[in-house]
């Protein structure tokens, strides 16, 4: 009788706190609409968003507990319908309690994972088969003058042809983006097109050495924006030469997403000089074109730059999805879907993917998910290799997943992308790390390879991975499928 009073108090109680956690999490959720300027029209998407900020800004893991004591939901799925959740979880609490309580509709359990199945159709195209991730493949050079390579790959399982605006040139692209529409149809599978702005990556334009370089730990280099005369030591100038005088002492350097790592030692106006502090055993070449992070230093460069203008012209012609590449504020949104508008001439906008590569893109990512969202069909790609670099490795494994219950909870699809099987679509076998981070990006809406001499078995590969993993998880929701292994 004890243990029934003491389960019916609990349960009372239990009841109260989900009460109050469900006002609370309606309320807080419309100031947060209200404070990125959306008092009044904010799609459910992006409510649905506040709401999970709101959700998520308290420690619930003690409560969860209480709540699977019981056999109840302890809100681990909510993300894509936080309040309907909580709105059948106290319908439960309230009938345990002896009360009468009618349960919220079905459908609104559903609809927001409704949308965003909708969402991923409207962006990457309907699948041609039962799998719910799409995959999309970074088109090489030779795409332009192979069809067989490209019809091989939407043979694979390719649902997004990607082409990197960094690399080749506008003749290319096209005839890139001509042989993926041509082999499409003849395959009569639909593949979209992304193009991705380059963006304001920093990379070294200039070297000045004695001889080939090659960066190892405990050496050193200058970082300059004109090189010293007279001076043997190595030196490098980056395409956007006034960063080298932003440099400070203490200052992280990250050369090739990783593979070399330096600590400014002296700053000057004139530049930085730069201690190696780890590299691989074999060293890290240094020349131009190599990739240079700069964690911690402010650097404000412009969102477009030149280049990226001159590409957009025929990006709003070509492309079915526009990356954003190092996108980091609002207002950076605001711009390249007007830069975009001027040139489509009154067409419907193209889908844009935030490439979130930066910690103050993660920062402002609701932000920058509900601007963009107001204006258009959005995407949301984890850029993990400059990522990696910005927020370090440890936390970049919590980041991508906080990042993909984000994106769920705002309605909006997601690109898991970098270094996927990279072993196997260089060198053509796969290894068994890689294996593992495939079938944890089928928990995204899309899964991106970068090019490689072996990227049509690399699509075909995680094709398999991706089919297999659908049988067992959806999102967060594990299925319980029957296992094969033991009938």
Known sequence: MNAH????????????????????????????????????????????????LALRSRDLSALQLRLAAYGLSSLGRSEADVVPALDALLTTLRRLCGEHA???????????????????????????DARRTRIMATLPSEAAVDLDLVSALIDAGMDCARVNCAHDDAGAWKRMIANVRAAAARQQRPCRILMDIAGPKLRIAQVRAPEKC?????????????????????????????????????????????????????????????????ARAKGMRLKPGKGVNLPGVALDLSPLTEKDRSDLDVIAEEADLVGFSFVQRPEDVALLRRELAARRGGRAPQALVLKIETPLAICNLPRLIVESAASGPTAVMIARGDLAVEVGLPRLSEMQEEILWLCEAAHVPVIWATQVLEQLVHEGVASRPETTDAAMAQRADCVMLNKGAFLPQGVRFLRDVLDRMDRHHAKKFPRLARLAAWP
């Open 214 to 278: 090659r960066l190892s730990a405990g050496d050193r280099l200058r970082l300059v924006a004109e090189f010293p005369k007279g001076s043997k030591q190595p030196a490098a100038i980056l395409n956007f030469p006034h960063v080298a005088a932003l440099l400070f002492t203490g200052a992280e350097v990250s050369f090739d997403d990783g593979k070399a790592i330096g600590r400014v030692i002296e700053a000057s106006a004139a530049g930085a000089q730069i201690e190696i502090t780890a």
């Open 102 to 128: 009618d349960y919220p509709a079905r459908e609104s359990l559903h609809r927001g994972e409704e949308t965003l199945v909708a969402a991923c159709g409207a962006i990457f195209g309907a699948p041609d």
């Open 5 to 52: 009073a003491d389960g019916q108090s609990e349960l009372r109680e239990l009841r109260r706190e989900i009460a109050a956690l469900r006002d609370a999490v309606a309320s807080e959720g419309e100031a947060r609409l209200a404070d990125w300027g959306f008092a009044e029209g904010a799609g459910a998407g992006a409510r649905n968003l506040a709401q999970y």
